[in-house]
């Protein structure tokens, strides 16, 4: 049995308002998230296109931070920062660097363009008592959203089951594994956590 505190008393997003604005973006930036051209394309050119402030560096220090930081956005300067040795896989196309890269464009979305900063801090017993700030939750959940393309949560039965099956690219398995684990359900809000629970 796990115990789910969220404090600060206010209401969390739900999944149908993440998906929502990942439409939203989906359709202003032409694509999915789920490739690494698209992915690229946005940190290079399209996100000034939306944001003015908007710009990405990548850092060569960001490994000697606390628990290695992959990257993380400045809400002040509108800057997207990311290891190097983060960029270079995801160059590569590793999937696990992509999706890292994705969360940082979640959180610049998020904040710059839907002003949506949440304040909420989840901490969770047992799991060796986590403590989280939804602010990384919703940056990971509207990740998933942004990379899982619209027809699969719009298209016909076939085409959704197909999807959901995995017979698609493995850049997709990265949400699909995401939003069937228990940090889904801690993000969606305490009532539906604490009834899974």
């Known amino acids: 049995m796990k115990i789910i505190i969220v404090l600060k008393n206010k209401k969390l997003l739900g999944m149908r308002e993440f998906k929502r604005l990942a ?3 989906q359709i202003e930036f032409g694509c999915s ?8 394309k946005i940190l290079e050119d399209k996100g000034k296109e939306f944001d003015s402030q908007f710009s990405f560096e990548t850092r060569d220090d960001l490994v ?26 995801a160059w590569n196309g590793d999937e696990d660097a992509l999706f ?3 969360h940082e464009i ?3 979305a998020l904040i710059a363009l839907f002003k949506i ?18 602010a990384e939750l919703y940056a990971d959940l509207f990740a998933c959203c ?3 393309p619209y027809f699969a949560f719009n298209g016909s039965k076939h085409i959704k089951n197909n999807f959901m099956s ?5 850049m997709h398995k990265i949400p699909l594994v995401y939003l069937s684990g228990r940090r889904y359900y801690r993000a969606v809000g305490f009532h539906k956590a604490k009834k899974i629970a």
């Open 117 to 134: 900063e949440p304040e909420f801090i989840v901490i969770e017993i047992p799991a060796a008592f986590t403590v989280t700030n939804d």
């Open 146 to 148: 942004m990379m899982i």
């Open 166 to 170: 995995g017979k698609t690219s493995i």
């Open 106 to 108: 979640a959180h610049w």
């Open 33 to 40: 998230l789920d490739n690494k051209e698209a992915i690229f």
């Open 100 to 102: 890292s890269i994705v």
């Open 23 to 25: 439409r939203i973006l």
């Open 64 to 89: 000697y931070f606390p628990g290695f930081v992959q990257g993380y956005y400045d809400d002040v300067t509108h800057t997207i920062y990311i290891a190097e040795e983060v960029c270079d896989r």
